[in-house]
């Protein structure tokens, strides 16, 4: 058994629901990790002994961030698109299909690379629980190499194989969820967690998407899902009836799906990333929260709608765009996002939790949203290790 303390932190965010706050915080604080997790959260002048110590310097410290939605396991690079869309070409989710030609075309090698890449950008960002995606192979074999890629670097692993329909199932989009429900299916199930479906025009329609969703419950998986991205729809409803964990956009909603959101237990995952890099109406996060919907913020970080891996990026947007507090926003990337995937072991700093923290060069978790674009990331702990830097 080996302990580290943490102390002398100006400003503790621990999101423990018995402080006062949504934060919960504590000022002149310590936390003392045992081993691969949290054994004790106070005051510092009454912090135990360690056989490490680290002094934070005044610093603020928070829980790991937690991404729950990206799709980090691509082939090629869509910045074109992203050019264009800047000069007034609406978004649509037909680009999707180019980075599938992409990905079915890369090397495993190259695949496992450039998730490796991604994966240290967000860990120098301070996220240390991320999901991801599968949904560029949109044929067996793909699916299941990404998946089981995914697999080799996070257990929140989710099956997207009805993304959109691929070229060759053009107009035969129930054929295609047939593939989806069936061989691409058995070839998944056993490296995710959970599924998930893009309800869209341009993607799927309820009624399929209901297909997908049912099929990957009886296999065990968990429900995610895409949905009210576009435009309004039945899926932020059919993903409440389902028990689905989070419903993902949710940009277009009517006053109906806010208030069977605000009565489930359905998180709703925002994605500032989108409306940024689309150009399409922010979400009014304002709205959510005064109703009592539980929020979490992702990055969504992809080549299409949102190549970011910052989540201190998505808390700034949140804040300025979206109608969110610091306070909210700062909570939705941590609690929250551990809420979208059904986790109670991260997403806060209280005993027995993963000890995942983030310190930040700055006194006050208000810097993620008063300082947007400045690398504030000191150091990161994820399960009681400190985090390399180091490029290898």
């Keep these: 058994m080996t302990t580290r303390l943490i102390t002398n932190i100006g400003q503790l965010v621990t999101n423990d629901p018995e402080r006062d706050g949504l ?26 002994d360690a056989d490490s110590v680290t002094d934070a310097a005044c610093h603020a410290v928070l829980p790991g961030f937690v991404d729950s939605h990206t799709h980090l396991l691509f082939g090629g690079d869509r910045a074109n698109e992203f050019e264009a869309r800047m000069a007034g070409k609406p978004y649509a989710a037909g680009g999707i299909r180019t980075t599938v030609a992409s990905t079915r075309e890369a090397p495993e090698d190259e695949l496992r690379l450039r998730l490796a890449g991604l994966v240290r950008e967000l860990a ?63 070839a998944c199930a056993p490296h995710a967690r959970w599924i998930d479906v893009f309800c869209e025009t341009g993607a799927f329609s309820t009624e399929q998407a209901r297909r997908v969703l049912e099929a990957g419950a009886a296999r065990g ?3 995610r899902m895409h949905a009210g991205q576009l435009g309004k729809s039945d899926g932020v409803q059919l993903a409440v009836e389902l028990g689905a964990a989070s419903v993902d956009h949710c940009t277009a909603l009517s006053d109906d799906d806010v208030r069977t959101l605000a009565s489930s237990d359905t998180v709703c995952t925002l994605l500032p990333g989108v409306e940024f890099s689309t150009k399409q109406p922010y979400p009014n996060a304002r709205r959510l929260f005064d109703a009592g919907v539980t929020i979490a913020l992702a990055s969504d970080c992809n080549p299409g709608s949102s190549f970011t891996s910052s989540m201190a990026f998505c808390i700034a947007v949140a804040v300025r765009d979206m109608g969110m507090t610091p306070t909210e926003a700062v909570w939705s990337a941590t609690a929250g996002g551990a809420a979208a995937l059904q986790r109670t072991d991260i997403g806060r700093i209280v005993v027995g939790a993963r000890a995942d923290l983030v310190e930040l060069r700055a006194p006050s978790y208000l810097h993620l949203a008063y300082r947007p674009g400045v690398p504030l990331v000191e150091r990161v702990w994820r399960g009681g290790e400190l985090v390399s830097f180091d490029v290898p």
């Design 221 to 223: 998986l968990g429900i």
């Design 124 to 186: 120098v960002q301070g996220t240390t629980t991320f999901e991801i995606k599968s949904g560029y192979g949109l044929d067996v074999d793909t699916e299941e190499r990404l998946v089981r890629l995914a697999a080799e670097v996070t257990d929140e692993v989710t099956f997207l194989g009805a993304h959109v329909v691929p070229p060759e199932f053009q107009g035969r989009a129930d054929e295609y969820v047939d593939l989806v429900i069936g061989p691409m299916l058995d």
């Design 23 to 48: 934060l919960g915080l504590i000022s002149n604080a310590a936390v003392l990790m045992e081993d691969e997790h949290i054994a004790w959260v106070g005051k510092a002048t009454a912090a135990p």
